[in-house]
């Protein structure tokens, strides 16, 4: 077999192994019995969600159920996790509301392809490990922003307002809440009611979900209400799922949207407009699912495939669309139901699949019977969730650059929306990064001696090392970018050439260098030369130096001042030196 065509397959091999084909592999009978029961309740589980979140995403209950059945048959079979249940969740109602309002059913079909790609290509460039990365500040921040703008959103059916066109911005939203504000009392009720039972449901047992308990009583009650209640009671003021939803009993054909495309526009301008909505959509969906996977991991002690999963997620997004669904991720809440209902292999979320898949198939007129105050109840409860106050009160005790980050990421989701959210989030946590690795680069300047009780890099245990008159020791400890580069080229210009004729520059600590600092290094070469000054390098590993030698650093020095370390760096300057003065 050909060297390239074995690297090639260890490489998609590499980005792409979905554990469904690792696990049946000595698969059991007894770990199929299990995997099918946690499939089962996950299923139910997801029931209600996978309703609530397409009702209030702005389409319908069938685009929810259907999005979890195809996207969590799609992320189960060829997802880098082994628990990980997927499914339509909370974080993206705002931005598909949005998506909607702007550019219709067709746009949003188009950006969530859109994002699918994106994350297919992220997986198979092998971007999985990178997300990880996101500071924790910043995925609190516009998780609690979005835990606030789902909060926000239920009021009008919560309260049983019957507003149509309420504005996706949140000031305009509360505002137009305050002016057209009154209570549908029945309704309100219904609400009120279904709160707490999801509150009090663990209290009194923990098999039986909150909002699915919720969903059953309540519906339950509204239909008994409607059913047996005189029509003076005003009963009919409570509205059902059925009210303002038609529910067709089984998958929809495939079809592809009309994309609405603004006069005087092309197709081509309109995906320019929805890129940035696709790439939050990929954005959210990655940190979510890959979040998920690994709070999975350390629950059943297993190590998923980041890039498998971006691919798996990417894939259900390019094909829910077509069935009218909404944008998929791995769903946490869900994945931790399966793993604490005995699942631990895809089978588990095949089986969840098939459970919605029945509930579509044999029960569109029960589900059309729930009170759309009951789900409003269920999605205040998944806001609540979602808000992470705790973590916010802990984060107060960090330091504060955290908390500032997390603040502005949290008011960015909410005022703003999360596409603004994601690419300022993403923006500070690279600025935040690149302060702390500035903070933790230090420069110091020796004169006369080094200190003998620093390491050096030949492991002697010297008593002192002595600097030779007219010679500078500069040591850079820590990554020498482009932040360092800058501060280091201060440093050494408030120095006099005349009275440091010689310098030496101590890099055995410094990991890497980029393309600034080799600039940098470049001209303080050039400047050096002409100000008869000599520029030693010290302590170079051989990363650096082949960096150094690729950048022609090294054709413009003296080959001889590239020392191993800083006793062959003092005594070519003392040779230098010894020169000038013969």
Same mark, same amino acid.
């Given at each position: ?21 690792? !696990? ?22 997801? #029931? ?50 949005? #998506? ?11 950006? !969530? ?20 990365? $996101? ?95 005189? =029509? ?26 009309? #994309? ?5 526009? !092309? ?20 940190? =979510? ?45 869900? !994945? ?126 010297? =008593? ?45 600590? $410094? ?72």
């Amino acid at each position: 077999m050909h060297p390239i065509y074995e690297c090639m397959q260890y490489s998609i091999k590499e980005v792409f192994s979905p554990k469904l084909f690792q !696990t049946l592999r000595g698969y059991t009978r007894s770990q199929l019995g299990q995997d099918t029961l946690a499939g089962i309740i996950v299923g139910i589980v997801a #029931i209600p969600l996978a309703i609530a979140f397409g009702i209030s995403s702005g389409v319908g209950p069938t685009e929810g159920l259907v999005t979890a059945i195809i996207a969590g048959l799609i992320i189960s079979v060829f997802g880098g996790s082994k628990v990980q249940i997927g499914g339509p969740t909370g974080a993206f109602i705002v931005i598909i509301y949005g #998506i909607i309002q702007e550019f219709g059913l067709g746009g949003l079909m188009l950006a !969530t392809v859109m994002a699918g790609i994106i994350l297919v290509i992220m997986g198979l460039t092998r971007l999985g490990n990178v997300i990880k990365f $996101v500071p924790y500040p910043v995925i609190v921040g516009f998780t609690a922003g979005i835990a606030v703008t789902i909060f926000s959103t239920q009021m009008n059916d919560f309260f049983g307002l019957g507003l149509t066109d309420v504005p996706a911005n949140f000031i305009e939203k509360w505002l137009y809440y305050g002016s057209h504000f009154h209570v549908e009392w029945w309704s309100f009720g219904v609400g009120v009611f279904s709160l707490l039972v999801c509150i009090g449901m663990p209290y009194i047992t923990k098999k039986i979900p909150g909002s699915l308990a919720a969903i059953i009583l309540a519906t339950a009650a509204v239909w008994a209400l409607k059913r047996f209640a005189p =029509e003076s009671w005003g009963v009919a003021g409570i509205q059902t799922i059925s009210d303002l939803y038609t529910l067709p009993h089984g998958i929809p054909a495939p079809h592809v949207p009309s #994309i609405e495309v603004a006069e005087g526009e !092309t197709i081509i301008s309109t995906i320019e407009k929805l890129f940035p909505a696709a790439f939050t959509i990929a954005m959210l969906g990655a940190i =979510e699912s890959l979040l998920s996977a690994m709070v999975a991991d350390g629950v059943i002690g297993d190590k998923h495939n980041s890039n498998t999963e971006l691919i798996a997620q990417g894939m259900a997004n390019i094909v829910v669309p077509f069935f009218g669904g909404i944008p998929a991720t791995g769903a946490i809440a869900r !994945t931790m139901t399966n793993i604490n209902n005995g699942g631990r292999s895809p089978i588990a979320g095949v089986v969840h699949a098939a459970v919605l898949l029945m509930v579509l198939l044999f029960m569109g007129s029960l589900v059309g019977m729930i009170p759309m105050s009951c789900l409003a109840a269920v999605l205040i409860m998944v806001a609540y969730s979602m808000s992470g106050w705790k973590t916010i009160v802990g984060l107060i005790k960090h330091p504060n650059r955290d908390l500032w980050v997390l603040l502005i990421t949290f008011f960015l989701t909410v005022i703003f929306d999360l596409t603004v959210a994601i690419e300022v989030g993403i923006l500070l946590a690279m600025v935040l990064f690149l302060m702390r690795t500035n903070e933790e680069t230090h420069i110091r300047t020796f004169h006369d001696e080094i200190d003998p009780n620093e390491d050096t890099e030949s492991g002697q245990n010297l =008593e002192h090392l002595t600097i030779p008159a007219g010679v500078e020791v500069y040591e850079i400890d820590g990554p020498y970018f482009f932040g360092i580069a800058n501060r280091f080229d201060d440093v050494m210009s408030h120095v006099s050439s005349e009275k440091y004729p010689i310098r030496i520059i101590r890099m055995r600590k $410094v990991p890497f260098v980029d393309s600034t600092a080799m600039h940098n290094l470049s001209m303080l070469i050039q400047r050096s030369h002409k100000e008869g000054m000599t520029i030693i390098l010290s302590g170079v590993n051989d990363h650096v130096h082949k960096q150094l030698l690729q950048g022609g650093i090294e054709q413009q020095m003296d080959p001889h001042n590239i020392c191993a370390n800083i006793h062959f760096a003092l005594r070519r300057a003392e040779d230098i030196i010894e020169k000038i003065e013969n």
